[in-house]
């Protein structure tokens, strides 16, 4: 099972928490956006192999969001942002 350490209430069993996906461009960059490009922005992810930087959810714990790095590959947890 996957420990997941949150920010506040430190290391949990992986059930405790929801992952909302990979962290994207900031909204406000789509002010101007149509319909295309916000259809692309919500529901298309570019399901990369590797460390990737995600929302997690303390769901039955403390309800904080925070990110978290993960690699998709080994699901081990990385205390650094990705390299660009």
């Given at each position: ?40 922005y ?18 039955k ?9 993960r ?5 081990e ?6 390299e660009?």
């Amino acid at each position: 099972m996957l420990l997941i350490p949150c920010p506040w209430c430190g290391k949990r069993a992986e059930t405790e928490f929801r992952c909302a996906g990979q962290v994207k461009v900031a909204r406000t960059e789509l002010l101007e956006a149509d319909d295309e490009a916000w259809l692309e922005y919500l529901y298309q992810t570019d399901n990369q192999r590797g460390v990737l930087t995600e929302y997690w959810c303390h769901e039955k714990g403390c309800g904080e969001w925070f990110t978290l790095c993960r690699d998709t590959t080994t699901h081990e947890l990385v205390d650094r942002d990705p390299e660009p």
